[in-house]
């Protein structure tokens, strides 16, 4: 005789799926928090000299 139990197996899959979500979820928000600083990065790098001048400018 087989034993089976529907609900447990229902369970499982529903905490693979929600696993999986999570998962997903994890990636995608590193992956655009990665995009941001990577972006900011090349924001300053392309204005370094603009953004130190204004600095020293300020201090004056």
């Known amino acids: 005789m087989i034993n089976y139990f529907p609900e447990k197996f229902e369970e499982?899959?529903?905490n693979n799926k929600r696993r999986k979500d999570l998962d997903a979820?994890?990636?995608?928000?590193?992956?655009?928090?990665v995009t941001v600083f990577k972006n900011l990065i090349k924001?300053?790098?392309?204005?370094?000299?603009?953004?130190?001048?204004?600095m020293q400018t300020s201090k004056k």
């Open 43 to 54: 924001i300053f790098e392309n204005n370094r000299e603009f953004l130190l001048d204004g």
């Open 12 to 14: 499982i899959a529903i």
């Open 25 to 33: 979820r994890k990636k995608k928000g590193n992956d655009g928090e």
